[in-house]
């Protein structure tokens, strides 16, 4: 439902989901993905923060998290978020990407503010 762009009725799904303890974390991560997708950025980081709870080491759930601290501009709560994921995983390639992406929102916020 979700990927057929049926937000609502995926959103119940999912919901439903969390009760049961060995879903909780996919189920969470899937709501804020859908709450991302309606740019509820709030919402999905409280569901991210969720996920979390019951899977600490979710390579999704804690990028997606560093996604949308980023989109939030959060940008220093990003940094650490990330390099704790990377501390985890050294090889995923998503958390090297936003660390890359947030080197760069760095950059430009250091170039617009008169720093070097």
């Not at 999905?44 to 990028?63: G, V």
Request: with cysteine.
């Amino acid at each position: 439902m979700q990927y057929q762009g049926r937000f609502e009725e995926a959103y119940a799904a999912y919901y439903k989901a969390t009760w049961n303890y060995e879903w909780q974390s996919a189920a969470y991560y899937h709501l804020a993905e859908i709450n991302c997708c309606c740019s509820e950025f709030g919402k999905a980081l409280e569901q991210l923060e969720r996920s979390l709870e019951t899977a600490a080491r979710n390579l999704k759930a804690r990028n997606l998290t560093t996604a949308v601290l980023r989109r939030l501009g959060r940008v220093s709560e990003a940094q650490v978020h990330v390099r704790d994921t990377v501390r985890i995983d050294p090889l995923d390639i998503w958390s090297r990407n936003e660390l890359r992406l947030l080197s760069a929102s760095t950059e430009i916020a250091h170039r617009k503010s008169g720093r070097q």
